[in-house]
């Protein structure tokens, strides 16, 4: 029922995002400028669950130099930069037509660079995934703000090693940024990111290693995917009520 609801609403983006696409590239231009925000905001408040994050915006300084939140709308773009961001990494790789049409402008508005860098929540990354971030992070000029759809675990995976490559704190202390308090819930399919930092700590226990030298030379996406345990209480909490993919 999960997946045949995760498909309907995939969908549902889908043909929204088809219908606004191609009424704002069919309008005459003074259309378009007129009706192209409103359209993308009715999508993205609709849609893409915006007026949930309307409420809670999921918006945490975590160091001095980044943020992480959930999908922020312009308004919270144009917030972003009067407080110094210079980058906003977007971890999604299924935002609403309207939701990216109105980041990516905003960003452009407030001099902000975006970045697209896909993640997910309910797979341990592959290697070229921990890579592409590495490379990001290396790449991007800080503060920068990371989020995702909910700001809970896509955001809380990326803050984890963002805390841990660019700011040098412990994988022990780091992975404290995938807890509760940011609606991230362990016990769901959303558990396996907590998964691949407790089986580092373990082997780190048993034979010590950089935690970047582990994903290079010992960690197993596949493993770790087939091993891990969620429990289906959580996913129906996570899928169901909090509608979060």
């Known amino acids: 029922m ?8 995939r969908g549902l983006r889908r043909r929204s995002g088809a219908f606004l696409h191609n009424a704002i590239h069919s309008s005459p ?10 359209l993308c905001y ?14 809670f915006s999921n918006r945490h300084k975590i160091a001095d130099d980044v943020w992480r939140s959930a999908q922020p709308a312009p308004h919270q773009i144009r917030w972003a930069a009067k407080h110094g961001v210079k980058t906003v990494i977007n971890l999604r790789g299924d935002q609403s037509f309207g939701t990216r049409w109105l980041e990516e402008r905003a960003c452009q508005r407030h001099g902000l660079t975006l970045v697209n860098l896909k993640l997910r929540s309910r797979a341990a990354p592959e290697i070229e995934e921990f890579r592409a971030v590495r490379e990001t992070l290396e790449a991007v000029t800080f503060p920068i703000l990371v989020h995702c759809k909910s700001g809970s675990d896509r955001a809380g995976l990326m803050s984890v090693l963002v ?3 660019h700011g040098g704190v412990p994988i022990e202390e780091a992975r404290k940024q995938l807890s509760l308090r940011f609606g991230h819930i362990k016990q769901a399919d959303t558990g396996v990111l907590d998964y691949v930092f407790e089986r580092y700590l373990e082997d780190n226990e048993k034979s010590p290693l950089p935690f970047w030298d582990w994903i290079e030379t010992k960690y197993d996406a596949a493993e770790i995917n087939r091993t891990f345990r969620a429990n289906g209480w959580a996913n129906r909490l996570v899928n169901g009520i909090l509608k979060r993919e």
Do not use: F, N
């Open 2 to 9: 999960a997946g045949i609801l995760k498909e309907a609403k």
């Open 29 to 38: 231009s003074w259309l378009q400028r007129k009706a192209a925000p409103a």
């Open 42 to 55: 009715a999508e993205m408040l609709l849609v893409d669950y915006g007026l949930t994050r309307a409420l």
């Open 163 to 165: 805390l841990h490559l």
